[in-house]
């Protein structure tokens, strides 16, 4: 199963088909720690590969193993804090980035939703961030 995921986060899985937004590779070490959290995620909530084919392909269907999953994973890499919102590691992420001051004011109008439930927030703030970020972040470039 750590093939299958280390194959999702180094292939960008359905990006350059579904959405033509310019990408931003992660770091090679977060995606490697990623898979590896993302496989400790997925054991502890029973996910289901299709679930995790999703995760790597940024959909979020609407369903609580999805929400467990993603805040697991986000709270687990420090991306996300305890209450469901996007920390500042995770903005930093784009610092290099073109679109560094749009994809900050993105960040900073997301990162303001508030639900009763931390798992509901972080989804509904990656959600949001996912559907108005100028850009996508994506796999690691990997020479050949």
Do not use: W
Request: glycine share 2%; net charge positive; proline share 5%.
């Amino acid at each position: 199963m750590i093939r299958l995921l280390i194959l999702y986060v180094t292939l960008p899985v359905a990006l350059g088909k579904t959405d033509t937004r310019p990408v931003v590779n992660l770091p090679k070490d977060l995606a490697d720690h990623m898979a590896k959290i993302t496989y400790n995620c997925m054991l502890i909530f029973q996910t289901r590969s299709t679930a995790i084919k999703h995760f790597y392909e940024l959909k979020f269907p609407d369903d609580e193993v999805t929400k467990q999953f993603l805040y697991c994973v986000c709270y687990s890499t420090y991306l996300a804090d305890e209450d469901g919102h996007l920390t500042n590691i995770m903005l930093r992420l784009f610092d290099d980035s073109d679109y560094e001051e749009e994809v900050k004011k993105v960040f900073e109008s997301c990162n303001k939703i508030k639900r009763r439930k931390a798992i509901r927030t972080l989804y509904d703030v990656v959600k949001c961030f996912h559907e108005n970020s100028p850009v996508i972040l994506g796999p690691p470039k990997i020479r050949y």
